[in-house]
């Protein structure tokens, strides 16, 4: 059984424009669950694109997709945000934390709407922040914070609302060695947790990294090979 | 629980929000409140004073029948007392003695009324506070006042009206009828008007048009009238001020239509960042139309407690002039505390609803925006 499914995914910007052109085409591939998949390629190649789509950020123009098989690809706006917001966490390349507010209502925010109480956000935030070794910041204001530990927030508020799956967009682009080893085991961390884990990147440091288990790497919109962990 | 807590949640998150642009909001609660301020403080004065005028007129006759000469009020005399109560459903007809008295070492003019009360004591005369201050008159002291022929008559203050009657008695000098008609010189068959009462006040109107065909040099002037008069009056007063402080609304309403309505960038990349994260259009909207009415309710309270304390503490300092009269007898004028749900609802439409409608409306056109377009930022 496949955890996410895709069949015949083609996403078009701009159509009918002189600017038109396809992000993806004519995409299928389905992804197990309890990995650690890498979309490599090159800028411009669909992995950002490729990642909104799995993870019910955008609406493909052709094709269809399946989460838990089931069918979201027709699904209205309300739904794909329920499932957007119990099924995955994201971390994205810029981080995009809320500024003026701490590291602890950064981790909460995604969680707010769930109707979960105050106090018991706050804890679950608190352990989260704890695993990434940050409980003693979790008061202090994002701006405050090293590049590394505004990441490990970008992480833990990824996994508030305990997602089945995390996607993270060029996660290493801007950290340095070390933070992004750093990142990698807390990534390892999670897989060994038995979560599913999609990275976009280009980075050797991920896309080599021993604990990978697919890497797919794309071009022109479209999968052109495949390597899978012996 | 849960639609509580969420909500909940939601407003933690919009408070936050709120404080995080501190700058720029407390411009616009102080800006909002002002406005607020100043309508709530004409709407209540002017209420306060139709309201005063109305008490005051609820004593009054129910006609007042003037002589007319060359289009001028002129004296009247017995015989047309005699007839008025002639006319079916007319009771009570009565003389009534008044004049303006102009004194030139002070420039204020007063008002010289004759009542039954001052009847029993010729020589002196009762006086409002504003006579009082203007003179430095008190209980007991003597005021001089020129007659007809220019001879100067004394009269001894026997009382100063309480300053709670002051809008109606500031200018007023109560005398004696024999006085009066000593200082003026009027023959005993001679007033300034008459007044009459009607016994069905249906009929007030039909009793009016009677007097004016039996004594055509006559008017009549129905209470109604002039309390519609005086509505009209205040309310155009009320108009003058809205209007002076038109230009600090107008401002107002570029000011907050500008920060309402424009998102800035951190604003928009905020929104971009909660519908990433799982937050629902909906949900998006909910959190800024509850920082549209924390600010604009909290504007709303504020200008409403500040304009009632101008008002009905401080008298309405502000704009006393312009709405109580221009006469050198200003009268010190405590408004009775009175508020009008209708108005402070109508208030609250004009100014809560229209700012939180201009809130949500930006925000939605960038909640609506996918939320893909933060991951390509």
Redesign the interface.
Known sequence: MSLIALKGVTKIFNRGRPDEFAALSDVSLEIEPRGLVVFKGPSGSGK??L??IVGC??KPTAGRVFVHDREVTSMP??FL?DI??HTFG?I???L??????SAL?NVI??A???????AS?RDRGVRLLDLMGLAHRAETNIEWLSGGEAQRVAIA?ALV?EPAIVIA?EPTAHLDTKLSLDFMAAMERLKAEGKTILFASHDPLVCESAMVDRVLEMRDGRIVAERRAP | MNWIDKQRNIVDFALSSLLRRWKKNLALLCVYTFVVFIVASVVFFAEALKREAGLVLEGAPDVVVQRLVAGRHDLISRGHMEKLGSITGVSDVKGRLWAYYFEPSVGANYTLVVTEEAAGRPGTVAIGAGVSRTLQAGEGDLIAFRGHDGAYVSLEVARVFPSSSELVSADLVEISEADFRALFGLPDDIYTDLTLRVRNPKETVVVADKIRRLLPDTRPILREEILRTYEALFDWRGGIVLAIFAGAALAFIIFAWDKATSLTLEERREIGILKAVGWETSEVLLMKSWEGIVISLTAFLLGLILAYVHVFFTSGTLFEPVLKGWAVLYPRFQPVPFIDPYQVATLFFLTVVPYTVATIIPSWGAATIDPDTIMRQ
């Open positions: 950002t694109t990642l909104a950020m955008a706006d309300r945000t957007r917001r994201f994205f390349q810029q995009h934390l809320v500024r003026g507010i209502e925010l995604p707010y709407p769930s109707g979960e109480g105050l956000l508020r609302n967009d």
